[in-house]
């Protein structure tokens, strides 16, 4: 079988491509490993910023079911010391330009929004061979293959497309997210909902912080954070939720108890999230009849930006097939010239908040950040 454009990975960067082609008439098919849109929970909260991901849900005809699925309030956010004092708190007015979603209600605005067969589950790609002239031959775990005009990875930090297209490797960075949840949260672990307040709260000290947010539901999402080698963290016993827990709890030794709290007690096992990045220039040579977007492109250090990015780039590339038809490589072309300038840019931006969150001037470098006097021009 043979498609115009097959999209490996249906995350929200692919399921974004694959809408913007529907509304333009030009049939993608996107192979996804999972078996099914409900395997697994999609991850917390994402704002969503007005010049990238909410343009791109405007090129995919998106904005008012985007609008329906916002977290009004979201948008607060306060900057804590390990005391619990309070160095910044900023209420969400309504005009911030960044209302908040849960990237599991935005995934199924983007499902829904697409033809029945559009999505193809259980479908893990084991390979993939080029075929000359463009095209390549993809097989899939469960034996069954597919070949394509249009090649496009979506497929995260671990792309199997990469390869056809660069030597890179995500390296860790030094810094590992320990994420976990509290529910009923008001009710049931008051004075850690009243230290993260009405959206999001960052406490951070040198080479640590706790970073919470409030989720719709009554719901604390919390991602603890360390700067710690790689070799410490495969040196804890995640399967041991209990131990693990105290271990990184441990860590955070004199700090205010209703910011312990957001750790010691989690509701859900603590699970470990290192931080892989590409180079910030990563980029490559035009290969003919392939391309990349989201984290296969540029993955970098958590910063608000992902997943506004990876939808950004799908809009450009569905909107550069379009305007190019029957002229792939110059579609892929415009695509790629304006894709790398801002993933550079957008890597250095990241790098840098990663390093105002949990370097030396923490807290007061993310007081900086928010305020705006961070590295003015940089960011």
């Not at 333009?24 to 099914?36: K, L, M, Q």
């Not at 923490?362 to 305020?371: E, H, K, N, R, S």
């Amino acid at each position: 079988m043979t498609t115009p454009v097959t999209i490996v990975g249906a995350s929200l960067g692919g399921l974004t491509l694959a809408r913007v082609l529907h509304l333009h008439g030009i049939p993608a098919t996107v192979y996804e490993a999972e078996p099914s849109a409900a395997t697994r929970t999609q991850g917390g909260q994402l704002d969503i910023h007005e010049h990238d991901g909410q343009a791109a849900l405007e090129a995919a005809g998106l904005t008012a079911e985007f609008r329906a699925i916002i977290h009004e309030g979201g948008e607060a956010l306060r900057v804590l010391d390990q005391h619990g004092k309070v160095l910044l708190d900023e209420p969400d007015d309504g005009n911030g330009g960044r209302p908040e979603v849960l990237r599991g209600d935005l995934r199924r605005v983007l499902l829904d929004s697409l033809p029945g067969e559009t999505v193809r589950w259980g479908k893990k790609l084991t390979g993939v061979a080029a075929l000359g002239d463009g095209g390549h031959e993809l097989t899939f775990a469960d034996g069954s293959g597919v070949s394509t005009e249009l090649l496009v990875g979506a497929d995260g930090a671990w792309s199997r497309v990469r390869a056809l297209l660069s030597d890179a490797r995500p390296e860790y960075v030094g810094t590992t997210f320990v994420e976990t949840y509290l529910y009923d949260a008001d009710e049931r672990h008051s004075a850690a909902a009243k230290a993260v307040g009405a959206g999001s709260m960052f406490a951070s000290a040198p080479g640590k912080g706790i970073a919470a947010h409030r989720e719709a539901g009554n719901v604390l999402h919390t991602y603890v954070q360390l700067n710690r080698p790689a070799e410490w963290i495969a040196g804890l016993d995640f399967a041991d939720s209990e131990a693990a827990t105290a271990r990184v709890a441990a860590e955070f030794g004199g700090w205010a108890p209703e910011l312990t709290a957001l750790i010691t007690d989690g509701e859900t096992a603590p699970v470990p999230r290192m931080i892989h990045v590409l180079p910030k220039a990563h980029s490559w040579d035009r290969v003919p009849g392939v391309t990349l977007l989201g984290d296969a492109a540029h993955l970098m250090p958590p910063s608000g930006d992902g997943a506004n990015l990876a939808m950004l780039d799908a809009a450009e590339l569905g909107q550069a097939i379009s305007a190019h038809p029957g002229d792939i490589e110059a579609a892929l072309t415009s695509y790629e010239e304006t894709l790398f300038p801002r993933s550079e840019s957008a890597a250095a931006k990241a790098h840098l908040i990663l390093e105002l969150c949990v370097g030396d001037r923490a807290p007061y470098g993310m007081v900086d950040l928010f305020t705006g006097t961070a590295a003015e021009g940089a960011l």
